[in-house]
C-alpha cells in the first residue's frame, strides 16, 4: 500500500534486545510484523489501512477524527484544552503487539497511544463509558483503566515536556520514563507495542524506548483489553496521521 505520508525512516536487521526490525519484503505467506521477537510466532488478529473508515474505532473526545483523502485515519485538536481519541471497538486477548505508522508534524502536542484499555469494572470501553469528556483528565478520571505511552511530549506554547512517559491508570502511575523523545522531527514514525504478561515494551522505528514490568504495586496487572490512539495539544496546530495498523497475538515458540 503506497500512501501519500511522509517516508519512514528504516534502519534493517537491527537488534534490539530480543527484537530484530525487518524491512519491507520479509515474512511468510501472512503479514508479519516489520518489528519481530524471535521467541514468538506473531499471528496476526487484526489489520487496518482505514479503507472501511473508522467502522472499527469509535471516537471520545473533542476535535476531530476523520479518514482523510490518502484513507489514513486524522486526529486534530478541537481546542486549546482539548484531547481526541480513537478506541478499538474489540478487545484483544493478552500476549499481543501493535504495531503502527504514525506522522507526526513539528509542532506543539503530544500523541498518545493506550493498550490493556478497559472501564473502571474491567468491561469492554463504550462512547458511553466516557460522555462528552473533552478534555485528558477527564477522560482519565472516568475510572479508565490502561497503560499509555505519551510520545513528542510538547507542551501548548512549544516546550518540550522532557523526553516520553509509560504511565498506567487510574491514577496515571508512572511506570518508565525515557528522557529522550524519539518522535521530535517532522516525519513518519513505526510504532510497536509489546505487551507479554506483565512486560510491555515500546519501540520507535525499531529502537527500544521503554522495557518495563508491571509488578503490580498500584493495582492489578492488565492482561487483556482494547486499543486506542489519541492527540493533546492546540486546537488546529497539532495532529496525527495513522496507518497501517496491525495486531498480532504473540505465540511461544
Known amino acids: 500500500m503506497n500512501k501519500a505520508i511522509s517516508p519512514v525512516t528504516r534502519i ?12 519491507a519484503g520479509c515474512g511468510g505467506p501472512e503479514i508479519q510484523p516489520k518489528l519481530a521477537n524471535p521467541a514468538y510466532q506473531a499471528k496476526p488478529v487484526f489489520t487496518d489501512a482505514f479503507d472501511r473508515g473508522l467502522s472499527e474505532w469509535f471516537v471520545a473526545g473533542e476535535g476531530l477524527a476523520v479518514v482523510n483523502a ?17 478506541w ?6 493478552e500476549n499481543v503487539q501493535l504495531e503502527y505508522r504514525v506522522f ?3 509542532t506543539p502536542g503530544t500523541h498518545i497511544v493506550y493498550l ?7 468491561r469492554m470501553l463504550t462512547p458511553e463509558s466516557f460522555g462528552a469528556a473533552g478534555e485528558a483528565g477527564r477522560i482519565h478520571r472516568s475510572g479508565l483503566r490502561s497503560y499509555q505511552v ?8 512549544g516546550r518540550s515536556l522532557g523526553g516520553t ?4 491508570n487510574p491514577s496515571n502511575i508512572l511506570l518508565s520514563g525515557n528522557p529522550v523523545d524519539p518522535c521530535r522531527e517532522n516525519r513518519s514514525y513505526w510504532i510497536d507495542v509489546l505487551k507479554v504478561g506483565s512486560r510491555i515494551q515500546f519501540f520507535v522505528d525499531g529502537v527500544a524506548v521503554h522495557d518495563v514490568r508491571d509488578r503490580g504495586g498500584f493495582g492489578p496487572v492488565y492482561m487483556n483489553g482494547q486499543f486506542g490512539f489519541a492527540v493533546q495539544g492546540k486546537a488546529g496546530g497539532f495532529r496525527a496521521v495513522i496507518d497501517d495498523v496491525a495486531v498480532y497475538k504473540l505465540i511461544p515458540r
Open 12 to 23: 534493517g536487521a537491527a537488534v534490539c534486545g530480543l527484537a530484530v526490525w525487518f524491512g
Open 70 to 86: 490518502d484513507t489514513a485515519l486524522e486526529l486534530t485538536c478541537g481546542s486549546d484544552t482539548s484531547f481526541v481519541s480513537v
Open 88 to 93: 478499538s471497538r474489540r478487545a484483544f486477548p
Open 104 to 106: 507526526l508534524p513539528d
Open 116 to 122: 490493556a484499555a478497559s472501564d473502571s469494572a474491567g
Open 150 to 157: 505519551y510520545c513528542h511530549a510538547f507542551d501548548r506554547s
Open 165 to 168: 512517559r509509560l504511565r498506567k
